[in-house]
């Protein structure tokens, strides 16, 4: 059973900084790209940023510059370092595993982003 675990959200001021992790087991992580949505209240979820096996990355225009996706294979785990946030980047922030072999699908329970102005 594939699983995801968030960690690494909280309460941060405008300007500051957070770096989210997500662990992943169950899988082969090298098969995954890897993702990070979110989710404000009242929003659809968007995706923020992914990284395939072979470290493509993609952005959304909103972050891009500010945060950075990167992944640790040999740890099977993905990051996002947040820099300069802010209030708009709160949001529940969820890890996305998307098996390129079966096609499937997996979520991380979600982890809350805080930005406080």
């Known amino acids: 059973q594939v699983q995801l675990v968030e960690s690494g959200g909280g309460l941060v001021q405008a300007g500051g900084s957070l770096r989210l992790s997500c662990a992943a087991s169950?899988?082969?992580?090298?098969?995954?790209?890897m993702g990070w949505y979110r989710q404000a209240p009242g929003k659809q979820r968007e995706l923020v940023a992914s990284?395939?096996?072979?470290?493509?990355?993609n952005y959304a225009d909103s972050v891009k510059g500010r945060f950075t996706i990167s992944r640790d294979n040999a740890k099977n785990t993905v990051y996002l370092q947040m820099n300069s946030l802010k209030p708009e980047d709160t949001a529940v922030y969820y890890c996305?595993?998307?098996?390129?072999?079966?096609?499937?699908?997996?979520w991380g329970q979600g982890t809350q982003v805080t930005v406080s102005s």
């Open positions: 996305n595993a998307r098996n390129r072999i079966s096609g499937l699908n997996y």
């Open positions: 169950g899988t082969i992580f090298r098969e995954n790209t």
């Open positions: 990284i395939t096996s072979g470290g493509i990355t």
